[in-house]
């Protein structure tokens, strides 16, 4: 349990837990069989009004995100949800005018989108929710993606996140092309705009050529919120550098405690304020009236999709969706670390070494990586509260990601956790704001232009 000293300064006003959902339609990874479930629409991944009314149950419950994950290539042994699934932009624009404080957070790849379409496009949907979006950007994993946009290969790690950069940098310039002030609308003067207050980019780098300006103003929260998804060292420079919330895979408390120091730490040693980046675990809890309860439902739903022609098919994505049932399940694992170079290569690189360490063969490798492990939220409203007070508290993450099964199990948590959650002072009672920012605490960028200007570095015509 959490020392009263560490849970006063958790509960401090200046750190307050975050939630997120993340809703999965028919079934994302590791749920190939849930689409069966008599409680879940069979088009649930692309019902829109199914996507409203569990933003709506999120905001009901004061999240502070409603989040859209994503890829760009599938084939059909791809989970339920992922085969056939809405664009989430398109998406959140629609949740966006049924919701009034969630906030509307999209993956978007920053290797098969170009920046002035991105940047349009989210700050859009940042004038369409008053405030409420964010971008987070991924590379993508998938290195089938690339035949979808007219490339031979997908590239690699340094490629990918060196452009994720030079991506992030040139849409945050666009953001800032006009200045707050740039539309006095004024009749009486007949000056609609003021150009002075307009600004091109011009920018010039390895991989983008942008002039600007953006044919869009800043929202109420200056710009829509970065988030950032992906933990190799690549993925943790770029997160230290740029992102203002981290979407991290969950763990044991050891591992995600250390993921949070070291990305929290490179931010700190570039000079951020570490406080100003959110970072949020994936969870699925699992709830029931008694621990005991919790503990079987949860190994049930295990063996409900323990089927390892499926796992093995799952198992390849890290591998450039490499098929692995060419192979002798009962020989050693085969040398395919080459292939994961450009796609999963953080997880690829856990799999060899465990694999190689222990002499294992296929199969033993895919059910070491598949094996039953329980949700450490998994348990009765009390228990689980008590393990999201003591991980939050360890620092383990600022908010959870969470997924649910099904809109039972959401209500389950909104309705019997979240209330013990704010007993103890640990998650609000209320909404801190309307913008996406002001309820992450997160600070409204300055527009550069304006700060120049009040440094004198910007002549009166801009
Ligand atoms: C919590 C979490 C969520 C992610 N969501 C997405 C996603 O929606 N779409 C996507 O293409 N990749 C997603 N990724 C994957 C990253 O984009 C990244 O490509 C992948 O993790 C491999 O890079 P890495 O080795 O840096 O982790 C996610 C990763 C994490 C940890």
Known sequence: MPTNESRDAARSPRRRLRLALHP????????????????????ASIDINWYIAQAKAAEQALFDVFFIVDSQFINATY???????????????????????IGLVATMSSTYNSPFNLARRVASLDHISNGRAGWNVVTSFDTGASRNFGFDEHPDYATRYGRALEFVQVVRGLWDSYEDDAFPADVGRDIFLDPTRLHGLDHVGAHFKVAGPLNLSRSPQGQPVIF????????????????????APGGALDDTRAYYADVKGRARRLGRNADQIVVFMQAQPVIAATDADARRISREIFDADNDFGRKLAAFGRSFGAHDFSQYELDAPFPDVLELADRSGRTNAEAIVRRAREHNLTLRETVLAFTDYRPSPFTGDPTTVADAIELWFTERAFDGLMLGFRTDDDLARFTGDVVPLLQQRGLYRTEYDASTLRGNLGLLVPENRWSVAREHGLVSRTG
């Open 79 to 101: 989970p339920p949800h992922y085969l056939n699934r809405l664009e989430p932009l398109t998406l959140l624009s629609a949740v966006a005018t049924h919701t009034a404080h």
């Open 228 to 247: 950032q998804a992906g933990v190799s060292d690549e993925g943790r420079a770029l997160a230290s550098r740029v992102a203002e919330g981290i979407f």
């Open 24 to 43: 999965y339609g028919v079934g994302g990874p590791g749920q190939h069989g849930l689409w069966k479930d008599p409680r879940i629409a069979k088009n």
